[in-house]
């Protein structure tokens, strides 16, 4: 089943005011650590360092009543902010949020933002630690995530690949940016391709898998925000190597060639251009760790190439 | 000297991309730590724990060109963060920056507001360690700040003050809302009112107070956001208690009295009811710490008094 739309109707924001706005979204997303200036979080384990990242999500550009909810909102945003996060290799700990929305929105919107915000953070174990409400003309929804970075080893950089390595992935790609098309194009979604539509609404991934990663000897990670090519090319850049993907290990799946046969779209600017799918991706020496597969391997020559041929991407995001 | 106005030109956000916006950015706020997928901070002291606070702030609502520069809304966004993590007792160690323009947006609004963050956050020692930009259609900006708890006394909580305990403040009363009142008055600010304005633009505070109140061993405290009586109110309910404040410890002083009989104002309502000062207000057991000075005292009959008399407030911040 495919869900979209934001509440229309039911007290609003200005109704309702600033403290039961509050009120009603710390019900939703009860935490014992919120409701002060700050919010003081348990101690981490000695030596392990803070990792924090925030992104902001603008309606409109970033999701729209026609593709989305308010819920699902709450939880992608919580998702690729902790993707960061284990893109370090470190583990969430924590989650604030900030929203900004016009005074007359119903105030449901916030709540069910509030829970879908509380209900991703708590697949980690963590909680909504704190926050801010304010009016706005359109609703702007900022993320903060936290995260502890235990041991001694580095953290999982941009800069750590090395030629030779194995290029790895956890996640799904290309499901987000075909799930967008599909719902943008208004067809009537068959229920075998919903999946993409859900990847779109909220990427499914399998908390820890950074943890895991840095734990089995990963050395760089990033994750897919922007698109493959893109993000491998900064990782790449980073590094001052080069990477070369294996087009059996990424080539569209089944229900990706679906979507793109029912929107006459070629799955693979999906696959290489689509981001949003917050897969993890990186490189190790050896073999791929447990959730991961085996997408590449990284080499001296400058440039992301697939099968050896630098891919025609037309897609990848671009914030103006 | 009184300087207000955005850029309104030069290279737009569009023409640059999103890259080099960043890159100038990241050239205003310097950080070694910026630049991943999530900034991996300095290791704090032993048993030291993590504090967190997040404001969001609205063009329009919580500044204007008009009233404000984009460097003076970069300091003004960190120094409030900052006050909430002080208003624990606890020690600023880092500032994450997300932001949303329209894409028209002259670059240099981004570039200013990243000096004016880098520029209070190190007054605190504090770098910018990550953010986000992304196009919108009109300036908001979320920043979050990460501060470091030491030590094994309890943090400095709304619910901590006790009847008998002394009134602690930090800082300006009043200022930012005369100053506020000057600059929308449209009036021809005399030189000797310019510190309200500024005070308005950038509240004035030492940094370290709420480290040296918990040392002192105060128990209770917030800052003034949203208005002295209002915050104070808040802080009183928390607690259980109420708060008798003396009227010669928070008088208008000369300047707020001369700004009063220029706009026709009466200055107690900037004092009592105006907001965004960010003081720090607390609440202590014997005399008080450096740098606070005693303003009323703690008692068992609820509500906030001021000689005696709960006060007739009009103003007060209202987020819808």
Redesign the interface.
């Known amino acids: 089943m495919i869900t979209t739309g934001f509440p229309a109707s039911g007290p609003?924001?200005?109704e309702?005011?600033?403290r039961e706005?509050i009120r009603l979204m710390r019900a939703a997303a009860p935490s014992s650590l919120n409701?002060?200036?700050?919010?003081?979080?348990?101690?981490?384990a000695?030596?392990?360092?803070?990792?924090?990242?925030?992104?902001?999500?603008?309606e409109?550009?970033?999701f729209a009543p026609e593709t989305s909810t308010p819920y699902f909102v709450g939880r992608k945003a919580v998702l690729q902010n902790f993707?960061?996060?284990e893109?370090?290799g470190?583990r969430p700990?924590?989650a604030?949020?900030?929203?900004?929305a016009d005074?007359e929105t119903p105030a449901r919107v916030l709540e069910d933002l509030a829970r879908g915000v509380a209900d991703e953070a708590s697949a980690y174990a963590c909680e909504l630690?704190?926050?801010?409400?304010?009016?706005?003309?359109?609703l702007?929804v900022?993320v903060?995530?936290?995260?502890a970075?235990g041991g001694n080893r580095p953290?999982l950089?941009?800069d750590g690949a090395r030629p030779g390595q194995r290029v790895i992935a956890h996640g799904r790609l290309g499901y987000s940016a075909a799930g967008l098309a599909l719902l943008q194009a208004g067809v009537d979604v068959p229920e075998r391709l919903e999946p993409l539509v859900h990847a779109h609404q909220v990427p499914e991934l399998i908390p820890g898998r950074g943890v895991v990663a840095r734990a089995a000897g990963a050395c760089a990670?990033?994750?897919n925000s922007d698109g493959l090519i893109r993000d491998l090319t900064m990782l790449a850049e980073a590094s001052g190597v080069g990477i070369e993907l294996a087009s059996t290990a990424i080539a569209p799946d089944p229900l990706l060639v679906a979507a793109g046969e029912l929107l006459g779209t070629d799955p693979w600017q999906w696959v290489l251009g689509g981001g949003e799918d917050h897969t993890l991706l990186g490189t190790i020496e050896g073999s791929a760790p447990v959730g991961f597969r085996s997408i590449g391997t990284v080499s001296r020559k400058a440039g992301v190439r697939v099968d050896g041929a630098v891919p025609a991407v037309t897609a990848g995001w671009?914030?103006?």
Chains 1, 2 share one sequence.
């Open positions: 609003t924001l200005r309702l005011g600033e706005v409701g002060d200036d700050a919010a003081v979080l348990t101690p981490a000695p030596n392990s360092r803070v990792v924090a990242s925030t992104d902001m999500l603008v409109g550009r970033h993707a960061d996060i893109a370090m470190a700990i924590a604030l949020l900030a929203v900004s005074p630690v704190g926050g801010d409400v304010t009016g706005g003309n359109r702007v900022a903060t995530a936290i995260g970075l953290p950089t941009l990670m990033t994750d671009e914030s103006f």
